[in-house]
C-alpha cells in the first residue's frame, strides 16, 4: 500500500504565508474587545500594544475596511518600539508583499528582531526564511535551529516541520523515531497536518511500531480537519483494515481530545 507523502517537497505542507501573530496576542489582549476609536486613540498616543492591535484590525479588516497599507503603517510604528508580534506581523508584510513592496531582506530583519525576543511564530518564520533561502542564504541547519526553538516553546506547525526535517534528513540527521516524536507533540494540540503525518507513521511502522488501528485514527482525525492527503490516505487504509480495526480507530477518533 503507498500512502500520500508530502516530504521532501517541504513547500506543500507549510502554510503559504509567514505565521502573523492575532489580535488577541496576550500583549495587545485588552484591546481585543475595545471600541476601535479607543484603539485608535491610544494608538495615536504612541501605545505600542494600540498600535499592533489596530494594525491587526485594519489588516484583517475586522469591523472596519481591510487596509493593509495603513496595517503596515501602524505595525511599523509599534515595531520600532520593539513590540515583537508587531515585528513579525511586518516581517510577514513584506514577505508577501502586502501593504509593502515586497522585499525579502527586510521581511528577515523584522522576522529576527521578533525572535530574538523569544517570539515562536517569528522564529518560524526565520527559520523558514532559511529554508528557502528567501532573503538570506538557504541553510537548513540555520533552520533547523530556529524551528527548534519554536518548537520547544511548543509552538505546533514549528514541531510538525521539525518532525519533516527528521524524518526526511533535512539540515539534520534522518531519524524516524524523532520524527515522530514531534509529529505527535503537534497532533496532540489538534494540529491537522501532523495528525496526517503521525498516521502515516504508523500505518507504515515507520519511526514506531506498525498499527494501522492508530494510523487510521489520526488520518480520521486530520481528514476532519480538511487535510486532503489524509482524506485520501483513508480511502487507502480501509481497504485492507478488518471491520474491528474500523471500528476502533473511529472509537480512538472520536474520544480524542487536543492538549492545550
Given at each position: 500500500?503507498?500512502?500520500?507523502?508530502?516530504?521532501?517537497?517541504?513547500?506543500?505542507?507549510?502554510?503559504?504565508?509567514?505565521?502573523?501573530?492575532?489580535?488577541?496576542?496576550?500583549?495587545?489582549?485588552?484591546?481585543?474587545?475595545?471600541?476601535?476609536?479607543?484603539?485608535?486613540?491610544?494608538?495615536?498616543?504612541?501605545?505600542?500594544?494600540?498600535?499592533?492591535?489596530?494594525?491587526?484590525?485594519?489588516?484583517?479588516?475586522?469591523?472596519?475596511?481591510?487596509?493593509?497599507?495603513?496595517?503596515?503603517?501602524?505595525?511599523?510604528?509599534?515595531?520600532?518600539?520593539?513590540?515583537?508580534?508587531?515585528?513579525?506581523?511586518?516581517?510577514?508584510?513584506?514577505?508577501?508583499?502586502?501593504?509593502?513592496?515586497?522585499?525579502?531582506?527586510?521581511?528577515?530583519?523584522?522576522?529576527?528582531?521578533?525572535?530574538?525576543?523569544?517570539?515562536?511564530?517569528?522564529?518560524?518564520?526565520?527559520?523558514?526564511?532559511?529554508?528557502?533561502?528567501?532573503?538570506?542564504?538557504?541553510?537548513?541547519?540555520?533552520?533547523?535551529?530556529?524551528?527548534?526553538?519554536?518548537?520547544?516553546?511548543?509552538?505546533?506547525?514549528?514541531?510538525?516541520?521539525?518532525?519533516?526535517?527528521?524524518?526526511?534528513?533535512?539540515?539534520?540527521?534522518?531519524?524516524?523515531?524523532?520524527?515522530?516524536?514531534?509529529?505527535?507533540?503537534?497532533?496532540?494540540?489538534?494540529?491537522?497536518?501532523?495528525?496526517?503525518?503521525?498516521?502515516?507513521?504508523?500505518?507504515?511502522g515507520h519511526g514506531v511500531p506498525k498499527d494501522e488501528t492508530q494510523g487510521y485514527k489520526w488520518m480520521l482525525?486530520?481528514?476532519?480537519?480538511?487535510?486532503?492527503?489524509?482524506?485520501?490516505?483513508?480511502?487507502?487504509?480501509?481497504?485492507?483494515?478488518?471491520?474491528?480495526?474500523?471500528?476502533?480507530?473511529?472509537?480512538?477518533?472520536?474520544?480524542?481530545?487536543?492538549?492545550k
Amino acid at each position: 500500500m503507498r500512502f500520500l507523502r508530502v516530504f521532501p517537497l517541504l513547500a506543500l505542507i507549510l502554510p503559504l504565508a509567514c505565521n502573523r501573530s492575532p489580535k488577541s496576542a496576550d500583549k495587545a489582549q485588552r484591546y481585543a474587545e475595545r471600541p476601535i476609536a479607543e484603539v485608535q486613540a491610544d494608538a495615536a498616543d504612541g501605545v505600542a500594544d494600540a498600535q499592533f492591535a489596530l494594525g491587526a484590525i485594519l489588516d484583517q479588516g475586522q469591523g472596519v475596511p481591510k487596509d493593509e497599507v495603513n496595517a503596515a503603517w501602524w505595525y511599523r510604528k509599534a515595531a520600532d518600539q520593539g513590540h515583537a508580534e508587531a515585528q513579525n506581523n511586518l516581517g510577514s508584510m513584506y514577505d508577501q508583499g502586502q501593504g509593502v513592496p515586497k522585499n525579502e531582506v527586510e521581511a528577515v530583519k523584522w522576522f529576527r528582531m521578533a525572535a530574538d525576543q523569544g517570539l515562536p511564530s517569528a522564529q518560524y518564520n526565520l527559520g523558514d526564511m532559511f529554508y528557502k533561502g528567501q532573503g538570506v542564504p538557504k541553510d537548513e541547519v540555520e533552520a533547523v535551529k530556529w524551528y527548534r526553538m519554536a518548537a520547544d516553546q511548543g509552538f505546533p506547525n514549528a514541531q510538525d516541520t521539525l518532525g519533516i526535517h527528521y524524518e526526511g534528513g533535512l539540515g539534520i540527521p534522518e531519524n524516524e523515531a524523532e520524527a515522530v516524536k514531534w509529529y505527535r507533540k503537534a497532533a496532540d494540540q489538534g494540529f491537522a497536518a501532523a495528525q496526517g503525518h503521525l498516521g502515516v507513521m504508523y500505518a507504515l511502522g515507520h519511526g514506531v511500531p506498525k498499527d494501522e488501528t492508530q494510523g487510521y485514527k489520526w488520518m480520521l482525525l486530520a481528514g476532519a480537519q480538511g487535510d486532503e492527503p489524509s482524506r485520501r490516505n483513508i480511502q487507502q487504509i480501509e481497504l485492507t483494515l478488518s471491520p474491528e480495526q474500523r471500528i476502533e480507530g473511529q472509537r480512538l477518533a472520536r474520544e480524542f481530545k487536543p492538549q492545550k
